[in-house]
């Protein structure tokens, strides 16, 4: 009800007619099965997709390789603290997400503290600068995206069963190929549960986007929000959010063939 009916309504809105604007009123939206909404957007917008897909995958990247040590290390050597940091992990993300994309702009500033700093010691050239680049960006987009990848690896890791370790440690075997050959392979369904809660709310941001990024690092849901909200050509939104949706099933049924539906469902 909650997936499939909004789908629906946005299948129809893409394929209605734009309205006409005339002196007395405006002409409302017919449906006339315009498929040519479709071909309109792609060939306008499919830069600004791509980009998001581009963005999307340094975002899963850069928080797998970040996010892995950190449920690791909670997993295997929390102890019984386990649960207190799991909490200090996501306590930062109790505040406003508008607030934290905020105060990464001032982080990444060019007269902010840290490259301030860094440039009055002489680690950073004179006129470095981040705010407005891809790269601040994806940093600010991994940052609300890491409590993502985080949990579902640290439920993966926790369900191991330890015996297995130790059983591999009895056989001799080294620390890096109990990683390899026991540790990484029982966690892969929670890798790719947290790529899955990773990429697809990070290829449709439009709000890290805007605050953090310029006019060469526009995404195609600031286009859809722009579109939607201000442009008013609500068929042309509406086909551009289901090419980005049917992009995102893909994947997402890809997953589901080679994992398997009951493992995504026990991890998410």
């Given amino acids: 009800m909650f997936f499939v009916i909004p789908m629906f309504s946005m299948l129809i ?8 604007s005339t002196t007395f009123r405006i002409v409302p939206y017919t449906f006339t099965w315009h498929w040519a909404n479709y071909h309109m957007v792609w060939s306008l917008y499919h830069s600004q997709l791509w ?3 581009y963005y999307a995958a340094a975002v ?6 970040v996010g892995y040590p950190v449920a690791y290390w909670i997993a295997f050597h929390g102890g019984r603290h386990k649960t207190t940091f ?3 992990l996501l306590l930062p993300f109790f505040v406003s997400f508008v607030i934290r994309s905020l105060v990464w702009q001032f982080i990444l500033s060019d007269g902010g503290l840290v490259f301030r700093g860094l440039e009055a010691i002489h680690l950073l050239p004179h006129g470095f600068h981040v705010l407005g680049t891809s790269t ?3 940093w600010g987009i991994s940052y609300n995206a890491l409590p993502f990848m985080i949990l579902p690896l640290y439920v993966a890791l926790e369900k191991i069963d330890r015996r ?6 009895d056989l001799y075997a080294r620390p890096s190929m109990v990683f390899r050959k026991v540790i990484l392979p029982l966690s892969l369904p929670g890798v790719f549960a947290g790529i899955l809660l990773t990429f697809v709310p990070a290829s449709g941001d439009y709000v890290e986007a805007t605050i953090l990024g310029g006019p060469h690092t526009t995404m195609v849901g600031q286009v859809i929000q722009f579109l939607f909200l201000q442009g008013e050509q609500y068929a042309q939104a509406a086909a ?7 992009l995102l099933l893909a994947g997402i049924l890809l997953y589901a063939r080679a994992l398997g539906t009951r493992q995504i469902d026990e991890y998410l």
């Fill in 136 to 138: 601040a960006v994806i």
């Fill in 240 to 246: 551009l959010s289901n090419i980005l949706m049917v």
């Fill in 60 to 65: 899963t990247a850069g928080t797998l390789l």
């Fill in 13 to 20: 809105l893409s394929l209605k007619s734009q309205p006409l």
């Fill in 86 to 88: 799991l909490f200090l």
């Fill in 51 to 53: 980009r998001a897909c």
């Fill in 164 to 169: 297995a370790v130790e059983a591999a440690k």
